[in-house]
């Protein structure tokens, strides 16, 4: 399970693996291993025609590296892979979400002392004290500070973190109005920078043209579906096929979990809704007998060729 394939100045969901890593994880798999599509892996299942040492690369979120920047990294190595895109950010003018919080909070800038939200009715108060001011050095130093660190360098990172946990369970519409009220407090433009713009239509369109790539469906807005009830969650799931059907002219095969969050409810509604299998976030092999709608995977990091072909090993034996 990868995110994102590019350089990033600062990667604090931890989500992005340069393009050179990439290639080195890609020559690894052509070489050692046997690079299928997600659809050939299921099908293969129920009769165990999967071949040994198979391996399937997948993508989240949908960001425009994965065409520009992985892309011709899997077309050299004939590759497949699947994306799994959020629908309802395909087109827009504004950044992820999550995305938003590194541009408001974690790059340079002046912010107001105190913020007071209003998260789905209770009041979320911050005091950012001297960190309100948030120097080219300051980010310098804190740049490699990331989510899965146990310390946080100041309060910027604190809030961060806090916020995020605050607005992950949040329903779409809920969650773009704490954006918007984190707009307002930091006197923010809701715009994308060009490394965090999602795809374009048109993008999406000339993915799917290269043949190697499946995309499949991330639901609309990005939501921890288990926080969610049954009703939204359908929708989330339904929505976003037809929109990636209505954009691509072709049955969405494949679903994911935004953050693998799901209820063995959500898992029955992704099969009735018609798809044929999904990838969660749970670390494992596929076996034989595995429910095809919910598919572990295992997250790369930005990891250097000899610690990804360490990893596969460990992973898959010798
Ligand atoms: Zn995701």
Same mark, same amino acid.
């Given at each position: 399970?990868? $995110?994102?394939?590019?350089?990033?100045?600062?990667?604090?969901?931890?989500?992005?693996?340069?393009?050179?890593?990439?290639?080195?994880?890609?020559?690894?798999?052509? /070489?050692?291993?046997?690079?299928?599509?997600?659809?050939?892996?299921? /099908?293969?299942?129920?009769?165990?025609?999967?071949?040994?040492?198979?391996?399937?690369?997948?993508?989240? @979120? *949908?960001?425009? @590296?994965? #065409?520009?920047?992985?892309?011709? #990294?899997?077309?050299?190595?004939?590759?497949?892979?699947?994306? %799994?895109?959020?629908? *309802? =950010?395909?087109?827009?003018?504004?950044?992820?979400?999550?995305?938003?919080?590194?541009?408001?909070?974690?790059?340079?800038?002046?912010?107001?002392?105190?913020?007071? #939200?209003?998260?789905? *009715?209770?009041?979320? @108060? %911050?005091?950012?004290?001297?960190?309100?001011?948030?120097?080219?050095?300051?980010?310098?130093?804190?740049?490699?500070?990331?989510?899965?660190?146990?310390?946080?360098?100041?309060?910027?990172? $604190?809030?961060?973190?806090?916020?995020?946990?605050?607005?992950?369970?949040?329903?779409?519409?809920?969650?773009? /109005?704490?954006?918007?009220?984190?707009?307002?407090?930091?006197?923010?433009?809701? &715009? !994308?920078?060009?490394? $965090?713009?999602?795809?374009?239509?048109?993008?999406?369109?000339?993915?799917?043209?290269?043949?190697?790539?499946? +995309?499949?469906?991330?639901?609309?807005? $990005?939501?921890?579906?288990?926080?969610?009830?049954?009703?939204? =969650?359908?929708?989330?799931?339904?929505?976003?096929?037809?929109?990636?059907?209505? &954009?691509?002219?072709?049955?969405?095969?494949?679903? !994911? %979990?935004?953050?693998?969050?799901?209820?063995?409810?959500? +898992?029955?509604?992704?099969?009735?809704? *018609?798809?044929?299998?999904?990838?969660?976030?749970?670390?494992?092999?596929?076996?034989?007998?595995?429910?095809? %709608?919910?598919?572990?995977?295992?997250?790369?990091?930005?990891?250097?060729?000899?610690?990804?072909?360490?990893?596969?090993?460990?992973? &898959?034996? @010798?």
């Amino acid at each position: 399970m990868y $995110h994102r394939v590019t350089n990033l100045p600062n990667d604090p969901h931890l989500v992005a693996v340069t393009p050179k890593y990439f290639g080195d994880h890609m020559e690894i798999i052509r /070489k050692h291993y046997m690079p299928i599509s997600l659809q050939q892996l299921v /099908k293969g299942l129920p009769d165990g025609k999967v071949p040994t040492r198979a391996v399937v690369v997948t993508f989240d @979120d *949908g960001y425009p @590296d994965n #065409l520009h920047e992985a892309m011709p #990294l899997l077309e050299c190595y004939d590759i497949p892979a699947t994306m %799994f895109v959020t629908a *309802g =950010q395909v087109g827009s003018q504004r950044e992820p979400w999550w995305d938003e919080l590194d541009r408001l909070l974690l790059q340079p800038g002046m912010l107001p002392p105190k913020l007071c #939200l209003n998260i789905d *009715g209770s009041i979320f @108060d %911050f005091q950012l004290g001297e960190a309100s001011t948030y120097g080219a050095q300051d980010y310098r130093r804190d740049r490699g500070w990331h989510i899965a660190r146990e310390d946080d360098p100041g309060p910027r990172q $604190h809030l961060f973190r806090k916020l995020l946990a605050a607005i992950s369970p949040l329903e779409g519409t809920e969650r773009e /109005k704490v954006i918007n009220d984190l707009l307002v407090w930091a006197g923010a433009e809701p &715009i !994308a920078r060009p490394t $965090h713009r999602p795809l374009t239509i048109d993008e999406l369109v000339q993915l799917q043209k290269c043949g190697l790539m499946e +995309v499949g469906a991330h639901t609309m807005t $990005h939501p921890n579906l288990a926080d969610m009830a049954a009703a939204q =969650q359908r929708t989330e799931i339904r929505q976003s096929k037809q929109t990636l059907e209505a &954009i691509l002219n072709r049955p969405m095969m494949s679903f !994911a %979990f935004p953050f693998g969050s799901s209820t063995s409810e959500t +898992v029955a509604m992704v099969r009735e809704e *018609g798809f044929t299998c999904a990838c969660s976030t749970r670390s494992d092999l596929v076996f034989r007998g595995v429910n095809r %709608f919910y598919l572990p995977r295992f997250t790369v990091r930005d990891w250097d060729g000899e610690k990804f072909g360490h990893f596969l090993r460990w992973w &898959i034996g @010798d």
